[in-house]
């Protein structure tokens, strides 16, 4: 089992930046993929990206390329979000999860293990 636990949400004005953390336990694995995902009320659950343990290399969705990286803290078992310029229609919550197929990038079906999630508001 993988434990994951997201920080970091907040409200914010629009224009803002705001850094999610996302702490990896349990049995974690460099073999994993981590990525994340955000859902608005109403609307289905979006992938905004992820990357590999073991490499770093990421991958994004047009819709936050640009404006939003991940990282990795090896040391700390945690994944990062930046997000950069945030919009209004940035609003809704951010889900941190892991896969342990590597090339899951944004099929929500191969990840295993997600976290609670965290708030995120952006005002105009």
């Known amino acids: 089992q993988v434990q994951l636990v997201e920080s970091g949400g907040g409200l914010v004005q629009a224009g803002a930046s705001l850094r999610l953390s996302c702490a990896a336990s349990?049995?974690?694995?460099?073999?994993?993929?981590m990525g994340w995902f955000r859902q608005a009320p109403g609307k289905e659950r979006e992938f905004v990206g992820s990357?590999?343990?073991?490499?770093?290399?990421?991958y994004y969705p047009d819709s936050v390329k640009g404006r939003f990286t991940i990282s990795r803290d090896n040391a700390k078992n945690t994944v990062y979000l930046q997000m950069n310029n945030l919009k209004p229609e940035d609003t809704a919550v951010y889900y941190c999860?892991?896969?342990?197929?590597?090339?899951?990038?944004?099929?929500?079906?191969?990840?295993?293990?997600w976290g609670q999630g965290t708030q995120v508001t952006v005002s105009s």
């Open positions: 349990g049995r974690t694995s460099r073999n994993y993929a």
């Open positions: 990357i590999t343990w073991s490499s770093g290399s990421t």
């Open positions: 999860a892991a896969s342990r197929i590597t090339t899951a990038r944004s099929m929500d079906v191969l990840y295993d293990y």
